[in-house]
């Protein structure tokens, strides 16, 4: 981690690649301290803190997986058809402790327990009913239909790992094995903050050379959607320096990820590095070669992790999307990270400047003989034009070094925010 004060000033610092950029920005992230104890029903999205243990196995005894007939294998002697007497009536909930009779069937329902004795369920379709006999031809396999105790999750064994967002399967799985609440990361605390003056907000009336907030309706919508943030919205601020370091400290004192929009490029009305600055910040990415996004900066401001995402709508998108998420999802205490990209073929043609990393808004409507999308290109690459990225499917990625994306050229295509 290279602290500020050995950096040059400006934004003279290397310039990173999309990838070292993100692991830079991943490693500044700790795991917030701490943990909750929520009940099942509070935990959903969050994040588990410690491996969870099963208080009962899955399932908790051996029982059917048909509607059918439980039998002993021992009892078909010889060649089939087998006729067995059906001596007992077993449901789903069925809480007698039964042996089935010996030379006997009984009759068992999906859910309900296998009674002592019986090896295998044949389901009703595969026999003949006829009174008080079941009649069969097929020999079952051992263990047919029976599913048994614990073969999902054995009793005490780890139903789920630490690291884990808690989604509906996994909080399935955890009311099965009887787990009534579950230790999570304590949410992250994230404040946004916009920059600049001529910044208004949508409902009241523009002034001269004023536009409309955009950054911040789109970090509050992603950010509040995340069940691990606790979010607060610091506004905007004026572009003064001595106002804009006042705020990010005291963001940065009550919050464990600030995250601002604007002032980090070049001009001298660009505050937010002299204010870090100032603020003895660490800083672990100055510029990024990603395109839209270059002015990226990344660092710590105090315990904070600190985000300057570039003014441009589109570009805050991007690196939000592309290097601040990952590294708030490695603070909410997540270890696994989504892959969610998948292939696609050009179907624009595309003459670019090399070297950065781009994101280009897409969308299709056809796909190749392989069921690959053929993506059709929106806009034309202006980082401040939200129409483009308000229309796209994905984002698909070109590599720093194409300098012709032609038809039919493989990319990556991935989510943008949704
Ligand atoms: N001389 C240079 N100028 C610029 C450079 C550079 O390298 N040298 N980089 C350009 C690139 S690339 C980008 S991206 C922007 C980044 O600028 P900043 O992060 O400093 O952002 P601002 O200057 O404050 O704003 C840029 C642009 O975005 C508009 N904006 C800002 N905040 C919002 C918001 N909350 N909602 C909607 N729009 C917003 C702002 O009005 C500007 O038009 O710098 C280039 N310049
Ligand atoms: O990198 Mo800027 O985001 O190209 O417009």
């Not at 026999?127 to 999902?152: C, F, H, K, Y």
């Not at 400047?353 to 808004?361: A, L, M, S």
């Not at 796909?367 to 483009?388: E, T, Y």
Request: aromatic share 4%.
């Amino acid at each position: 981690m290279s602290s500020l004060a050995a950096c040059s000033t400006g934004k003279s610092g290397p310039t990173l690649s999309v990838d070292a950029a993100r692991l830079r920005a991943i490693a500044a992230a700790c795991p917030v301290a701490g943990q909750e104890m929520l009940a099942l029903d509070q935990a959903a999205g969050r994040v588990i803190s410690a491996p969870v243990t099963a208080d009962h196995a899955l399932p908790p005894f051996d029982n059917s997986a048909m509607d059918g007939y439980a039998l002993r294998l021992s009892d078909l002697t010889g060649d089939g058809p087998w006729h067995l007497p059906v001596s007992a009536r077993i449901a789903a909930g069925d809480a007698r402790a039964l042996t089935l009779a010996a030379g006997a069937a009984a009759r068992i329902f999906t859910g309900a327990p296998v009674p002592v004795g019986a090896d295998a369920v044949v389901m009703q379709e595969r026999v003949t009913r006829a009174g008080d006999m079941v009649s069969l031809t097929d020999r079952p396999r051992s263990g047919q239909n029976i599913r048994r105790r614990g073969e999902d999750v054995a009793k005490g064994a780890q139903a789920l790992a630490a690291g884990l967002a808690l989604t509906p399967p996994r909080l399935a799985l955890l009311a099965g094995c009887g787990v009534a609440s579950v230790a999570v990361h304590p949410r992250v605390r994230v404040a946004i903050l916009s920059t600049g003056n001529e910044l208004s907000e949508p409902g009241l009336t523009l002034g001269p050379g004023q536009i409309y907030n955009s950054n911040r309706v789109l970090l509050r919508a992603t950010l509040s959607r995340l069940p691990w943030v606790d979010l607060t919205d610091l506004g905007i601020l004026p572009d003064d320096p001595a106002s804009i370091r006042v705020a990010i400290r005291h963001a940065a004192q009550t919050h464990d990820v600030v995250i601002s929009s604007g002032g980090v490029s070049a001009g001298e009305e660009d505050h937010i590095l002299d204010a870090l600055r100032l603020e003895s910040a660490e800083l672990d990415v100055l510029k990024v070669a990603i395109r839209p996004g270059k002015p990226l900066t990344v660092g710590r401001l105090g315990k904070a992790l600190y985000f300057g995402l570039p003014g441009n709508p589109y570009a805050a998108a991007i690196t939000f999307s592309q290097i601040a998420k990952p590294a708030l999802r490695r603070a909410a205490g997540l270890m696994e990270e989504p892959d969610t990209w998948v292939p696609a073929v050009a179907g624009f043609t595309y003459s670019r400047t090399t070297g950065r990393r781009e994101y280009v808004p897409v969308t299709w409507s056809r796909r190749d003989s392989f069921g690959r999308p053929i993506l059709m290109r929106l806009g034309q690459g202006a980082s401040a034009s939200m129409s483009p990225m308000a229309q796209a499917t994905g984002i698909a990625v070109i590599p720093p070094e194409l300098e012709v994306v032609g038809p039919n050229q493989p990319l990556q295509v991935e989510p943008l925010l949704d």
